[in-house]
């Protein structure tokens, strides 16, 4: 069964300061990788997809990194408008579900 | 800048009521899903469907039924609703190639008394 552990459940950081979120997972053969935000009251935004170990992507302060057991999810100097819920997701070959970890919340304090 | 809509945004509804809940994209994707989400939990899966008149159960049991009779709509119906149906319904699109992902709304949060 496919499984997608996050941690820390919650993080509370200064604005500026930088941080990794993790996200561990066992899956039965990888198809991809899955980061969203969600903010409270609203569906998950799309971040990035990775495909293979070594993999990275990056978007304005978030850089996404794959291994073949866990991804991370570095923020570089955060602003409070960061603050959210960031969701990590796996998909395996021949299965149409994702299977989604209860995520990280980030809070950002100015 | 929403692709994907879904309505209502909110719903307090008595028990053993019908409800449907609406969700509709204009990306024209083929694969649409369902989402249950409870609060600090797990997205779970409910229902998919690969296209027209294609519709699939998902992981999570669900006394919930879906139709899709045209590519852009994937309405999900509940016949007699019940306070334990109470949580949030996300519908998500995904389209493939390069650019693969998976496109949420902003959810219906459901409320059963």
């Known amino acids: 069964e496919d499984q997608v552990t996050q941690s820390p459940e919650a993080l509370r950081l200064q604005e500026g300061e930088s941080s990794s979120l993790n996200c561990s997972y066992t899956v039965s053969g990888l198809r991809g990788l899955f980061w969203y935000r969600q903010d409270p009251g609203k569906g998950p935004e799309f971040l990035f997809t990775l495909y293979s170990a070594g993999e990275e992507k990056e978007k304005e302060r978030l850089k996404a990194t794959l291994t073949k057991k866990e991804s991370f999810l570095h923020i570089t100097a955060p602003k409070p408008e960061d603050s959210a819920t960031y969701l990590c997701?796996?998909?395996?070959?021949?299965?149409?579900?994702?299977?989604f970890g209860t995520g990280t919340r980030l809070t950002i304090i100015p | 800048e929403a692709d994907i809509y879904q309505t209502p945004r909110y719903l307090v509804i008595g028990t053993g009521k019908k409800i449907t809940l609406e969700c509709s994209q204009t990306?024209?994707?083929?694969?649409m899903y369902w989402y249950q989400q409870d609060p600090g939990m797990e997205l779970h899966l409910i229902h998919y469907?690969?296209?027209?008149?294609?519709?699939e159960k998902g992981d999570l049991s669900s006394e919930s039924t879906v139709s899709r009779i045209r590519t852009e709509h994937f309405p999900l119906t509940l016949e007699s609703a019940r306070p334990s149906h109470t949580s949030q319904y996300l519908c998500?699109?995904?389209?493939?190639?390069?650019?693969?992902?998976?496109?949420f709304g902003s959810g219906t949060r459901l409320t059963v008394v």
């Open positions: 998500a699109s995904s389209e493939g190639g390069r650019q693969w992902r998976y496109t």
């Open positions: 469907s690969y296209g027209v008149n294609s519709t």
């Open positions: 990306m024209g994707h083929d694969k």
């Open positions: 997701a796996v998909q395996a070959y021949g299965n149409e579900k994702l299977t």
